[in-house]
Nanobody, 127 residues
Framework: QVQLVESGGGLVQSGGSLRLSCVASGFTLDSWTIGWFRQAPGKEREGVSCISSKGGTTDYGDSVKGRFTISRDNAKNTAYLEMNSLKPEDSAVYYC????????????????????WGQGTQVTVSS
C-alpha cells in the first residue's frame, strides 16, 4: 500500500524551529519528486517546498525562502522539512505528497500533479 506519513509537528514559539519528516512506504522514494504543502484554516493550500527525485534541485515558496530547507534521504525512504525562524503565519497543517514531475521553469512543482497525500502534521507557532 502506497503511503506517506508526516510527523514532527507541534507547538513552538515564534522564532523557534521544527523538523518535519515524511516517511514513504509501499514504494521507493528515489523515483519521485517530493513536495511539502500547508493549509491553514480558512485558507487555500499553499506549496511550501519541493525536491527532485535525486535531491539535486529544490524549490521554495516565497514566504519560506531562507527559513525552510527541504532534504531527502532516499536510503531511508524519507524526506524532511527543516523549519527555522518560525512565524505565527507558518501555523498550518503540513502535508507531503509525491509527483513524477519537477519542471525547470516555474511553477516547478505544480500541486495538481501530486498524489498519495499524507494525513498531515499540525504546526502551531505562538507569538
Amino acid at each position: 500500500q502506497v503511503q506517506l506519513v508526516e510527523s514532527g509537528g507541534g507547538l513552538v514559539q515564534s522564532g523557534g524551529s521544527l523538523r518535519l519528516s515524511c516517511v514513504a512506504s509501499g514504494f521507493t522514494l528515489d523515483s519521485w519528486t517530493i513536495g511539502w504543502f500547508r493549509q491553514a484554516p480558512g485558507k487555500e493550500r499553499e506549496g511550501v517546498s519541493c525536491i527532485s527525485s535525486k535531491g539535486g534541485t529544490t524549490d521554495y515558496g516565497d514566504s519560506v525562502k531562507g527559513r525552510f530547507t527541504i532534504s531527502r534521504d532516499n536510503a531511508k525512504n524519507t524526506a524532511y522539512l527543516e523549519m527555522n525562524s518560525l512565524k505565527p503565519e507558518d501555523s498550518a497543517v503540513y502535508y507531503c505528497a509525491r509527483s513524477h514531475y519537477f519542471y525547470r521553469d516555474p511553477p516547478k512543482c505544480p500541486a495538481e500533479f501530486f498524489n498519495s497525500w499524507g494525513q498531515g502534521t499540525q504546526v502551531t507557532v505562538s507569538s
